[in-house]
Structure formats: C-alpha cells, structure tokens
T-cell receptor, first 112, second 113 residues
C-alpha cells in the first residue's frame, strides 16, 4: 500500500521568511496530493492540492510542486506570518481510492 | 454553519465500556470518511461510505469497531469493549466526489481510562 513520509517533523522560521515542507510517496499510481493545516483542537483544513497532471500550483503565498518521477511533492509558504503556525500534513491517494494516506505532520512555528 | 459536525467533542470512558460517536456531514456530500489520529501522527483511514453503503474498511478497524450510515446522511462509529489503545482523536470528513476536497469535522477526542 501507499506510504507517505514527511520532513521535517518540526520547522521554526522567522516571520517573513519562507518555509518548505517535503513529502515522498511510494505508490506510483497515486495521483492526488492535498496539503492540510491543523490548528490545535481543530480538524485538518485543506489549504492546497495538486493532481498528477500538473507540476506546480500556486495560491497567493502558498505553492505546491510535484515531481512524479521522483515521487515527491513539496509545500512552499512565502512571507510567513505568525498565524501560519500550525501542524501541516501532506497526503496522497489514487484515483477512485478513498484510502488517503497522510504523512506524520510538520509542526511549523513562525516567530514574530 | 454547514460544515461537518461531530458529537461529542470529548469523551472519557472506562476500559471495557462501549462508546458511540456521531458525524453529520455537509448536507450535499455523499461521501463520508472516518479517520483516527493519535498524538503526533497524521490521520489514519478507518472506513468510507458512499451514501449508505460502507465501501471500504481499513485493517485498523477491528471487530470491536462498527460504523453505520443508515440513511446516507449522518454516520455513527461505535467502539465496543474499549481499550486504552483506543484513546485517540476520531475525525470524520465528507466530500462530494472522489479526489476532491474532503472537509473535516472538529473531531471527537476519546480517552479510555
């Protein structure tokens, strides 16, 4: 089955700097890769997703890149703000497969 | 608020007791998912419904766990004879189509003492 690994487990940056979180997956058939942000006491919230037919997607300060050959994808947050502090999860799933596999999470701290 | 709603938010139970959680998905969503999340880990898939049909179950879902979605709307997750290892956050999510945004509820935090 699919196995998703996520790095780093913790990341601390200064406000205004960029943050990059990386994930690898094992199943080459996976084709949907969402990123979730989870704040304390809340459920995960989708912040951006990418499908295998594109290599990059951007939404304001957030971007995701996908390298299908290497089976890795990354989340990039620019101009970080203290409110970006949270745990971020990557995930991967296959077409018509509802067993979405999550990474272990990255705790991002943005210091003012 | 028309998001995914879970009840209760917190549950403390003694080992060996049965517990039941409820999830109300977004009304127009026909897909409903249950996940379990332990501290410091990502959510782990438990089971999935399309309308009232339970189409997938994870091997994590032992015979002490059962989930239902009788009318294709709300869903319940029951754990019988709870064990300390069942302590976790139980998350429900819903979506309209496969591989589209899954909206998560706030979760039910279960503590088995």
């Amino acid at each position: 089955g699919e196995n998703v690994e996520q790095h780093p487990s913790t990341l601390s940056v200064q406000e205004g700097d960029s943050a990059v979180i990386k994930c690898t997956y094992s199943d080459s058939a996976s084709n949907y890769f969402p990123w979730y942000k989870q704040e304390l006491g809340k459920g995960p919230q989708l912040i951006i997703d990418i499908r295998s037919n594109v290599g990059e997607k951007k939404d304001q300060r957030i971007a995701v890149t996908l390298n299908k050959t290497a089976k890795h994808f990354s989340l990039h947050i620019t101009e970080t703000q203290p409110e970006d502090s949270a745990v971020y999860f990557c995930a991967a799933s296959k077409e018509d497969n509802n067993d979405m596999r999550f990474g272990a999470g990255t705790r991002l701290t943005v210091k003012p | 608020d028309t998001g995914v709603s879970q009840d209760p938010r917190h549950k403390i139970t003694k080992r060996g007791q049965n517990v039941t959680f409820r999830c109300d998905p977004i009304s127009e969503h026909n897909r409903l998912y249950w996940y379990r999340q332990t501290l410091g880990q990502g959510p782990e898939f438990l089971t999935y419904f399309q309308n009232e049909a339970q189409l997938e179950k994870s091997r994590l879902l032992s015979d002490r766990f059962s989930a239902e979605r009788p009318k294709g709307s709300f869903s319940t997750l029951e754990i019988q004879r709870t064990e300390q290892g069942d302590s976790a956050m139980y998350l429900c999510a819903s979506s309209g189509q496969v591989n589209t945004e899954a909206f998560f509820g706030q979760g039910t935090r279960l503590t088995v003492v």
